[in-house]
């Protein structure tokens, strides 16, 4: 069975300086894999998604995360964070069974300090 | 465009109650998950319904029940509710059931038993 570790709960970090948030995941199988973010009182937004090809995905606001099979990683970066960008992250992979169903991590809080 | 949209917002119940949360998806989506997010976890798969049939079901007890109607809306209904149950119930829509197809989340139902 599937399972995603994401290695950091809390991760506080100045504005403008870079981060990354750790994902680890367990599959026998291919996967998908996703980045979701979730900001306060709302719901989850897919921030970027890796289904196949190039190992390095990108968002449209400035994170990045790369696929990495043979350490079973998926890292999520960014290399200068704002204020806006605080919020909780999901790491998310698909299930085997060709569903849509998503086995999501336990969540990193990322908070940006000015 | 309207998203997935999700009623109610909040609503309070007291323990053994019954509650059915409402989910309407996206135009033209044919799937719709269910979601469980208890506080300061990542979301658990609860259902998919695709063309109005199961297609997935999580590890939950059988009080928890679903269905979706032919408009491609859907119900999530529990039974004899725990203390446990509060959570944020989350619905999220997408094209065709497979994960491959990005899943659109709704802002979700925060539940609360006493």
């Known amino acids: 069975a599937q399972s995603v570790t994401q290695l950091d709960s809390q991760v506080p970090v100045f504005e403008e300086a870079p981060v990354e948030l750790r994902c680890n995941y367990s599959s026998s199988v291919s996967v998908y894999l996703f980045w979701y973010v979730q900001y306060p009182n709302q719901g989850l937004q897919l921030l970027l998604k890796?289904?196949?090809?190039?190992?390095l995905v990108e968002s449209i606001n400035g994170f990045e995360a790369e696929f990495n099979k043979s350490q079973t990683s998926f890292h999520l970066r960014k290399p200068s964070v704002h204020i806006s960008d605080t919020a909780e992250y999901f790491c998310?992979?698909?299930?085997?069974?060709?569903?849509?169903?998503?086995?999501f991590g336990q969540g990193t809080t990322l908070q940006v300090k000015p | 465009d309207a998203g997935v949209t999700q009623s109610p917002t909040h609503l309070i119940k007291t323990r053994g109650q019954q509650v059915t949360l409402r989910c309407s998806p996206i135009?033209?989506?044919?799937?719709v998950s269910w979601y469980q997010q208890v506080l300061g976890q990542g979301p658990q798969f609860i259902f998919q319904?695709?063309?109005?049939?199961?297609?997935g079901r999580g590890n939950f007890p059988d009080r928890f029940s679903a269905r979706q109607f032919p408009n491609y809306s859907s119900e999530l209904n529990v039974n004899a509710l725990l203390l446990g149950d509060s959570a944020l119930y989350l619905c999220a829509s997408s094209l065709k059931e497979t994960s491959y197809h990005e899943q659109y989340f709704g802002p979700g139902t925060r539940l609360t038993v006493t």
């Open positions: 319904y695709y063309e109005k049939e199961e297609r």
């Open positions: 890796y289904l196949s090809g190039s190992t």
């Open positions: 998310a992979v698909s299930d085997s069974s060709n569903t849509g169903k998503l086995i």
């Open positions: 135009s033209g989506h044919k799937s």
